[in-house]
């Protein structure tokens, strides 16, 4: 069982920024397709941003230039930095990983790809 530890949630005026973290003990974490996640209250959980094991990334269109999702393979952590927040970011954040036996090759942006799930950090922005 992969435990994923998330982290940095709270709650900014639009226009702010924050970093949310994502730590694992797993030894595997280079290895890891890896995911940030957000579900808002009434909707479907979506993806947010993606990478691979290389660093391969994929955004949804609603944060790219704004969000930055990267890792430390040292530090078995993941990050998503947000700038230029907006109200509608609002939501309950989740990282996610899966591991398919070898290197991730292409990052994945869908929650069913995914079978390991933190237990999320809320983040509000206020307008």
């Known amino acids: 069982q992969v435990q994923l530890v998330e982290s940095g949630g709270g709650s900014v005026m639009a226009g702010g920024s924050l970093t949310l973290s994502c730590a694992t003990s797993?030894?595997?974490?280079?290895?890891?397709?890896m995911g940030w996640f957000r579900q808002a209250p009434g909707k479907e959980r979506e993806g947010v941003a993606a990478?691979?094991?290389?660093?391969?990334?994929t955004y949804a269109d609603s944060v790219k230039g704004r969000f930055t999702i990267s890792k430390d393979n040292a530090k078995r952590t993941l990050y998503l930095e947000m700038n230029s927040l907006k109200p509608e970011d609002t939501a309950m954040y989740y990282c996610?990983?899966?591991?398919?036996?070898?290197?991730?090759?292409?990052?994945?942006?869908?929650?069913?790809?995914?079978?390991?799930w933190g237990q999320g950090t809320q983040l509000t922005v206020s307008s």
């Open positions: 990478i691979d094991s290389v660093g391969r990334t």
């Open positions: 996610a990983a899966v591991w398919n036996g070898g290197n991730c090759y292409t990052p994945r942006n869908r929650p069913a790809e995914y079978n390991y």
């Open positions: 797993s030894y595997l974490f280079n290895k890891y397709c």
